[in-house]
């Protein structure tokens, strides 16, 4: 049964669907314009519309193969397990509740480590510095909760 989950996800301000929507009104209109150029003699305007918009087709395919990453982390009657979702690729751990260790790293990037028994995994990399510091009181206080409780 799970006890308490959270969903670290990446703000992104277009969903992929919305965003072939706009690709295709956006092709449409950088091809009407070319071909209207291409039409009066200037037919490299056509060239350099395909060549923008094959561009355009790249950055957007890279931005929605990742506009769905998230970490997601559930605690359960005796583990906790962590969901890394990268790019459609999912990777799982279970953690022994018991042995969970969490801290902050000091770097830059500032990541939450989640350690336990050898495997140690980094979140928080989709939430902002406050975030990522309220997000370690929950989870420190559900899992002193838990120890407390007795599982």
């Known amino acids: 049964m799970i006890k308490r989950e959270w969903d670290l996800r990446r703000n992104?301000?277009?969903?992929?669907?919305?965003?072939?929507?706009?690709y295709a009104i956006l092709c449409a209109t950088s091809l009407a314009v070319a071909i209207g150029f291409t039409l009066r003699g200037a037919w490299f305007v056509l060239l350099f519309a395909v060549l923008e918009m094959s561009a355009v087709a790249i950055a957007f395919l890279i931005y929605a193969r990742h506009a769905t990453d998230r970490e997601h982390i559930a605690m359960l009657d005796d583990y906790l397990l962590v969901e890394l979702i990268q790019a459609q690729e999912i990777r799982q751990f279970k953690l022994d509740l018991r042995s969970?260790?969490?801290?902050?790293q000091e770097t830059n990037k500032g990541l939450i480590d989640i350690e336990a028994l050898g495997t140690r995994i980094e979140v928080g990399r989709f939430l902002t510095e406050w975030k990522r510091r309220e997000f370690v009181l929950e989870l420190r206080q559900e899992l002193q909760r838990n120890r407390v409780s007795g599982g």
């Open 12 to 22: 992104c301000a277009i969903a992929p669907r919305q965003l072939g929507f706009f």
């Open 100 to 104: 969970v260790r969490i801290a902050v």
